[in-house]
T-cell receptor, first 113, second 113 residues
Framework: ETGVTQTPRHLVMGMTNKKSLKCEQHLGHNAMYWYKQSAKKPLELMFVYNFKEQTENNSVPSRFSPECPNSSHLFLHLHTLQPEDSALYLC????????????FGSGTRLTVV | KQEVTQIPAALSVPEGENLVLNCSFTDSAIYNLQWFRQDPGKGLTSLLLIQSSQREQTSGRLNASLDKSSGRSTLYIAASQPGDSATYLCAVSGETSGSRLTFGEGTQLTVNP
């Protein structure tokens, strides 16, 4: 375990379902991130939270809705997804944004059917 | 816009060989550069973090160098082992977008026994 825990590890959902991904860290970090990793593509930043406030949204479609209730927890709420949204979703944290090393979770493998 | 390129895309070597993975980036205004390892279907494990003021970092059989002015980094793996087989990812954190890690597409390494 890296200190960043993601649940569930695997998720299969239909296009009309609503589900949530959860990320938790107890490293004392104040910044948390969602990244998407699709096959044959570099990791793409989705969202950045710093001290619970969203500081970056990388033009992510509204069917992905993040929530950060505190510096230790980050959620990604999913609804009406498309098959092309199938990917590995990775959560990461760092002490603060800018210039600090990142710690990644093991990811949630999402399949949209 | 920062772009990160990793060469080669794939590498297959016999056990015991020393090898070098290459990473280049287009914008030299970076905070740091981080090397990660990713096993199939898993999250990222941080290997080495080099701050922009540093030239290299070492951990066990791994040595990473950074030439910020030329936009290059190398990851040297000594005496490779089958357990080193994984995808190695290079990522940079920018001065002007410090929260954003920009990743390369990775080098898929196979070490044959």
């Amino acid at each position: 375990e890296t200190g960043v825990t993601q649940t569930p590890r695997h998720l299969v959902m239909g296009m009309t379902n609503k589900k949530s991904l959860k990320c938790e860290q107890h490293l004392g970090h104040n910044a948390m991130y969602w990244y998407k990793q699709s096959a044959k593509k570099p990791l793409e930043l989705m969202f950045v939270y710093n001290f619970k406030e969203q500081t970056e949204n990388n033009s992510v479609p509204s069917r992905f809705s993040p929530e950060c209730p505190n510096s230790s927890h980050l959620f990604l709420h999913l609804h009406t997804l498309q098959p092309e949204d199938s990917a590995l979703y990775l959560c990461a944290s760092s002490r603060e944004t800018g210039g600090y090393g990142y710690t990644f979770g093991s990811g949630t493998r999402l399949t949209v059917v | 816009k920062q772009e990160v390129t990793q060469i080669p895309a794939a590498l297959s070597v016999p056990e015991g060989e020393n090898l070098v993975l290459n990473c280049s980036f287009t914008d030299s205004a970076i905070y740091n550069l981080q090397w990660f390892r990713q096993d199939p279907g898993k999250g990222l494990t941080s290997l080495l973090l080099i701050q922009s003021s540093q030239r290299e970092q070492t951990s066990g059989r791994l040595n990473a160098s950074l030439d910020k002015s030329s936009g290059r980094s190398t990851l040297y793996i000594a005496a490779s082992q089958p357990g080193d087989s994984a995808t190695y990812l290079c990522a940079v954190s920018g001065e002007t977008s410090g929260s954003r890690l920009t990743f390369g597409e990775g080098t898929q390494l196979t070490v044959n026994p």
